[in-house]
């Protein structure tokens, strides 16, 4: 039987045992989610059709994220975005190939 053993490390992030929730994904997460609420009842006050809410919540995704990485390589490795810039958008490495995943956002504490 499975037993699912939850560790809070906040550098880590919440072990869930087949998946960790790091504090800063979750902090991404609750900020969108929230913003959605905050700023459709704006948009019905305002008359703003609700057809263009869904477009500006991806764009702002979109944009928080991409932008929150090169914001991490052109600060702190400043190198690695002129050297391999495919490496910002990739999760992997070209020279060598290496699968790295999608670590390296701005400000987040690196191991």
């Known amino acids: 039987m499975y037993s699912l053993k939850v560790i809070w490390n906040p550098l880590e992030g919440i072990d869930l045992g087949f998946f960790t ?7 991404y997460v609750i900020a ?4 959605w609420y905050i700023i459709k009842p704006i948009f019905k006050r305002d008359g703003v059709g609700m057809d263009k809410l869904d477009p500006l919540f991806m764009y702002t995704v ?11 390589y052109l600060f702190y490795e400043t190198k ?8 910002v958008l990739l999760p992997f490495s070209l020279d060598p190939f290496e699968w790295t995943g999608f670590a390296g956002m701005a ?3 690196q191991h």
């Open 62 to 72: 979109i944009g928080c994220l991409a932008g929150a990485r090169i914001g991490h």
């Open 80 to 87: 690695v975005l002129f050297n391999d810039p495919l490496h």
């Open 107 to 109: 400000s987040m504490v």
């Open 32 to 35: 969108f989610v929230l913003g």
């Open 21 to 27: 929730i790091h504090f800063y994904s979750l902090s």
